[in-house]
């Protein structure tokens, strides 16, 4: 098996495992909050951007945390917390942080028994291998977290696709949001 095909394997593995019914009820959550935040770290925050940026497009009113753009969090508003591990500290204290204004934090991670677990209202759990390969891991040839990102990228997708038809938005709506100044 080539390595694209291991890869594919491996992403298809992490994506089966997640309920899609639990995707609805993010894209709901998102629909409904007034405003949202994104939050991460190294690729994890990559990734998280790109979901910031394709809510965006889809209507959404969105900030990343840490931007110098970026306003106080209120209530009413939602917090998106990516972290593979649960653990990185900036991200936890982040949500801890966004929870005790009452605001509803939703983690995104590996690991439903973390710290960023613990300080959420609602989890995405990707059950894909980390960086630290713990033992219940899902085996991966990619190093680092690659195989989260991957499939916490493919799964931010499927849920924009669910918060498009919530919002009614269609492409043309989308592209009429994206960037001009290329």
């Known amino acids: 098996m080539s390595f694209i095909q291991t890869i594919l394997k491996e992403v298809e593995t992490v994506i ?3 309920e899609e019914g639990q995707l609805e009820t993010l894209a709901s959550e998102l629909h409904h909050a007034k405003r949202i935040f994104i939050i991460g770290e ?3 925050g990559l990734m998280a951007k790109s979901f910031a940026m394709r ?3 889809l209507g959404a009113t969105v900030y990343v945390v840490g931007e110098t753009i970026t306003p106080s969090i209120e209530q009413g508003d939602l917090l998106v917390a990516v972290s593979g591990s649960g653990t990185t500290k900036s991200v936890v204290w982040t949500s801890e942080k966004t929870k005790s204004i ?4 939703m983690a995104v991670t590996t690991n439903p028994e973390s710290p960023l677990a ?5 989890i995405l759990h990707v059950p894909a291998a980390t960086k ?6 899902l085996q991966t040839i990619q190093p680092l977290g690659s195989l989260f990102d991957q499939s916490v990228l493919i799964l931010f997708d499927t849920i924009c696709l669910l918060f498009g038809k919530l919002n009614e938005v269609d492409h043309s709506q989308a592209f009429g949001r994206h960037s001009n100044l290329e």
């Open 118 to 122: 613990a300080a959420s209202t609602h």
């Open 102 to 105: 009452g605001c509803s934090v």
């Open 16 to 18: 089966s495992q997640v």
């Open 42 to 44: 190294g690729r994890s």
């Open 132 to 137: 630290y390969r713990r033992e219940n891991e």
């Open 55 to 57: 809510l965006m497009h």
